[in-house]
C-alpha cells in the first residue's frame, strides 16, 4: 500500500514536471541549491498552523529568521522557534543553517548548482512524536547535499541529509527505543506562470510548486512521505509571500501534526553590506 501511495504522488509530481504550465527556484518547503545574492540581508517569518491529531486543536508555530548572503558560494541563516504547545506562546529553541556553493553550470536560459548544507538547532520542548523536525522540534545537527536544475522557466531539485537528534535539555529526553537518527530525501519543482515576458524589475512574479518530502528513520525503519502544494508571489524582485499546504500520504511512524498550512513573509535587501 505505501509502495503505491509513493508511486501516485511520485507520479503526479513527473505530471507538474512535464506540463504545459510556463520556475523560480525559490521553494517554499525546502531550500533549493542555489544561495541569495551576496551582500544581501534577508527577513523572514514562517507561520506554521498545523492541526494537531492528539488534541484536536490548531498548533501555530512562528520561525522568525535572519538571513546574509556572505559572498556568491555561501549562506547563512539564524533563525528562533516559537510555538503556543502547552496552552501558552513562548520561544522554545533556535537554530543556524548554512549551505555552500559547491558546483555551479550556467548555459542559455538554464543553470545547474550543487550544494551542501548543515544545520544546528537547540529545543527545549517535549519530544512527542518519532519524526525527527529540526526546524521545530529537536535539538541536533544535520548534513546533506542539494541539486538544482533550472530549464527556462522550471525548476526542479533533489536534497538528501543526515539528521542526528539529541535530547531537548535534562528534562526532554528522548523516548527509550525511539529513533534519533534519520535520512531525508525532497523532490521539489516550481514554474514561472507570471509574468509570461519580462519587462522591468516591478513585475510580480506568481509562481507555483509542488514538493514530496520524507523521511527514514534508521533504527526503527520506519518512514514518512509527504506532499506540499504552494503558490508564491514575488513583489518588486524583493518581497516574497509564500502560502503553502503540506499533507501526509503515508506514515507507519508517529507524527502528532503532519497536515497543515504555511505561510511566510520575506523581505530582501540588496548590497546591505
Request: proline share 3%; glycine share 8%; hydrophobic share 40%.
Amino acid at each position: 500500500m505505501k509502495k503505491a501511495i509513493a508511486v501516485i504522488g511520485i507520479q503526479v509530481m513527473l505530471g507538474w514536471v512535464c506540463g504545459d504550465l510556463a520556475a523560480q527556484e525559490l521553494f517554499v518547503f525546502t531550500e533549493p541549491a542555489s544561495n541569495m545574492p551576496a551582500k544581501s540581508l534577508g527577513l523572514r517569518a514562517s507561520n506554521w498552523l498545523m492541526y494537531d491529531k492528539s488534541t484536536s486543536s490548531l498548533n501555530y508555530q512562528l520561525l522568525p529568521e535572519i538571513m546574509w548572503g556572505a559572498n556568491k558560494n555561501l549562506m547563512i541563516h539564524l533563525d528562533g522557534f516559537f510555538t503556543n504547545q502547552n496552552g501558552h506562546f513562548h520561544a522554545v529553541g533556535g537554530g543556524g543553517y548554512a549551505k555552500y556553493r559547491l558546483y555551479a553550470a550556467d548555459g542559455v536560459n538554464k543553470h545547474f548548482r550543487l550544494a551542501a548544507f548543515g544545520r544546528l538547532s537547540l529545543n527545549n520542548s517535549e519530544i512527542f512524536q518519532q519524526e525527527i523536525d529540526l526546524t521545530r522540534n529537536n535539538t541536533g545537527y544535520a548534513l546533506g547535499l542539494i541539486g538544482t536544475q533550472l530549464l527556462h522557466k522550471q525548476a526542479i531539485s533533489a536534497a538528501i541529509g543526515f539528521n542526528q537528534a539529541y535530547n531537548n535539555g535534562s528534562q526532554n529526553k528522548i523516548p527509550p527505543g525511539q529513533a534519533d537518527q534519520a535520512l531525508n530525501a525532497s523532490i521539489s519543482t516550481g514554474r514561472l506562470i507570471f509574468p509570461q515576458k519580462y519587462t522591468n524589475y516591478k513585475q510580480t512574479n506568481l509562481n507555483l510548486m509542488l514538493e514530496l518530502i520524507g523521511q527514514h528513520l534508521l533504527a526503527t525503519h520506519e518512514n514518512f512521505l509527504d506532499m506540499a502544494p504552494a503558490i508564491q508571489f514575488i513583489f518588486h524582485s524583493q518581497t516574497r509571500l509564500d502560502i503553502g499546504y503540506k499533507f501526509q500520504l503515508y506514515s507507519d511512524m508517529q507524527r502528532v501534526a503532519p497536515n497543515g498550512v504555511m505561510i511566510r513573509l520575506e523581505y530582501l535587501l540588496f548590497n546591505a553590506f
